[in-house]
């Protein structure tokens, strides 16, 4: 690896991790305190939350996904991920230093692994997410009642849209052009037009509960830390 | 009382505490928790106004006479209802118990409601001591913090049968106001710990029981709206909502009370301070002085008035506590009923 540009790299990958919650790269978040990289490429970065409280189940998923980035990386010997000052570092580092799985690294604490976790909020972005992109559209003068027939493909491009057919994807959701703009994340199917209303309703104040989350989340970190991590924004 | 241009609110600060959180009550052997959690709470201080803020010294154990200061003399609360929450094992004589609140507000006659607590891991000798602090401070209500630790056992839920012996005694006993605190109880860990499907079983269950949910359910705000809509005795507690949006995060606050007012409704919102965390002066005059944005995105919201905000900042609290409102701070009969169980949307006529 060369060094200068290396640390540019193992933060460009952890942008694809994300807060499970929040739904926004741990980078922009200001979770990322530090990245050394030796040059045999042995790669340590380490991890903060912005309370020492903060959900376990979350935190080790976000450990264990940096972890699977930084090691993908070309040029990358070894990555080590350290979670700092939480009440559970111990068992997460080194349950995700030795792959064990989340169930085995609280043994008695948990009875499964975190995928269905992860997607009931990869659900809740999906709904946030209609939010965004149906809020748009009505403030550009879309009938309401035009929504229900309204494909993917017929919003207008924005990066709004493509995160939300990302988000669509992770579930299995339909994404092409041609699928429903407006799809129950629980099923896939398209929102008829008597429900719409209240299931834009709900889409609105998922997305408020997720924004609220994050604002809080964001102040308690840089009430916790005075200085920015790495690839923070807004600080 | 606050008085603002011409109008008199009644204020009911009914999320309140005064604890001791400072080294000398920590637990040997659980420092880490007990320096954790109050710096844990620490970091929310730093969402309110800067010249609101206390050194770590003071917030760990503030006196007496700050507490009647900040929450009397210059707060403008009429009555304040203290919350007790326990935490014994992290600190050796309780983060702030019903004991030491009660210890403290009987020398200031008519200012404090004591609520106490429970948890129904404590089986037949908790069935007890609810009923002994009954009789003893007079509670009509309860704070329940079903994410509390205990011997190995990492929190409880509202709907466990042995939850069910405790509503069924605070019935008997009079309680009426049940404010539950929805924390990350952490077993087990691979779910949301933040669920709030026990409050829901609970409240249909016991329909002559207020369930307050503080926090307004933050950080499940959306799931807590879906669940209060539907249950008639469910109430938004405003602690922290206030306290950790309203100056940090305005655009949000603005959304999130309009969230609230649309599915739960100002006639069931209740103003609690959180203090020591913040402290209710600038809490109460920034949000009477408060209106949303005058923007497109707020214009669906339901208004929120000056009477809506002298329900949510006393009295309904007044009503549920049954304390008596003087009649220049109280509503014409036209503007509502503070409190009233009938107030919540529901989902099919949303």
């Known amino acids: 690896m060369i060094l200068a540009s290396a640390q540019d790299r193992v933060l460009a990958a952890l942008e694809a991790v994300r807060d499970p919650e929040l739904d926004e790269p741990i980078t922009r978040l200001g979770f990322v305190s530090s990245c050394t990289i030796s040059a045999e490429g042995d790669v340590q970065v380490r991890l903060r939350l912005p309370t020492y409280f903060c ?26 991920i350290v979670l700092e000052e939480h009440f ?106 008597d429900d719409l209303p209240l299931h834009l309703r709900r889409a609105q104040s998922t997305r408020v509960g997720v924004e609220a989350n994050t604002g809080i989340c964001r102040g308690m970190l840089r009430h916790r830390y005075e200085s920015a991590g790495l690839g923070e924004e807004n600080r | 009382m606050y008085e603002h241009n011409g109008d008199r609110y009644f204020v009911v600060d009914s999320h309140m505490h005064y604890w001791n959180a400072a080294p000398d009550n920590w637990v ?17 201080m730093g ?134 605190h929805k924390g990350p109880t952490i077993w087990p860990l691979d779910k949301d710990a933040f669920d709030h499907a026990d409050v829901d079983h609970a409240a249909t269950d016991f329909p002559d029981l207020n369930f307050i949910v503080e926090h307004a359910g933050i950080p499940r705000i959306d799931d807590f709206c879906f669940m209060a809509t539907q249950e008639p005795n469910v109430y938004a507690g405003l602690s922290v909502v206030i306290g950790g949006l309203m100056h940090a995060r305005p655009n949000f606050f ?50 929120i008035t000056t009477a809506s905000k002298k329900k949510m900042l006393g009295l309904n609290a007044a009503k549920l506590y049954g304390i008596e409102v003087p009649e220049e701070c109280r509503l014409p009969e036209d503007r509502g009923t503070p409190a009233a169980s009938d107030d919540a949307r529901l989902v099919s006529g949303a």
Request: charged share 25%; aromatic share 12%.
């Open chain 1, 55 to 80: 959900a376990p189940n979350f935190a080790f998923l976000m450990v264990a996904d940096a972890h699977d980035v930084v090691s993908a990386l070309d040029g990358v010997r070894s990555a080590q």
């Open chain 1, 88 to 193: 559970a570092s111990e068992a997460i580092n080194a349950g995700v230093a030795s792959r064990a799985g989340f169930a085995r690294s609280f043994p008695g604490e948990a009875q499964d692994e975190l995928h269905q976790l992860r997607s009931d909020f990869v659900r809740k972005a999906v709904l946030a997410g209609t939010d965004v992109v149906c809020r748009s559209l009505l403030s550009e003068g879309t009938d309401p009642s035009a929504l229900a027939s309204m494909t993917l493909g017929e919003a207008p491009p924005s990066p709004d849209r493509e995160r939300l057919r990302a988000r669509r994807a992770e579930l299995g959701l339909p994404v092409d052009d041609a699928s429903p703009l407006v799809v129950d994340p629980a099923t896939g199917y398209a929102v008829g037009g």
């Open chain 2, 28 to 44: 040997p052997g659980a420092e880490q928790y007990a320096k954790g959690w109050i710096e844990c709470f620490y970091a929310y």
């Open chain 2, 47 to 180: 969402l309110g106004p800067p010249e609101t803020h206390w050194s770590i010294e003071k917030f760990m154990k503030y006196s007496e006479d700050d507490l009647m200061k900040d929450v009397f003399e210059d707060g403008h609360v009429d009555v304040a209802v203290f919350q007790p929450t326990y935490l014994t094992e992290w600190y050796k004589e309780g983060f702030n118990t019903t004991e030491r609140n009660a210890t403290m507000g009987q020398r200031h006659p008519g200012k404090f409601i004591y609520n106490t607590r429970w948890d129904p891991r404590d089986g037949e000798e908790g069935l007890r001591q609810l009923r002994h602090n009954v009789e003893t401070y007079g509670s009509k209500g309860v704070k329940l913090y079903t994410a509390e630790w205990r011997q190995g056992s990492r929190g409880w839920k509202l709907s466990d049968p042995e939850t069910y012996k405790y509503l069924d005694a605070c019935q008997d006993l009079g309680i009426v106001n049940i404010h539950v």
């Open chain 2, 254 to 303: 603005a959304k999130v009370m309009g969230e609230l007012a649309f599915w739960v409704g100002e006639d069931k919102m209740t103003f609690g301070s959180d203090y020591g965390i913040w402290e209710p002066k600038w809490q109460i005059e920034g949000f009477v002085d408060w209106d949303y944005p005058d923007t497109e995105a707020f214009a669906d919201y339901p208004r």
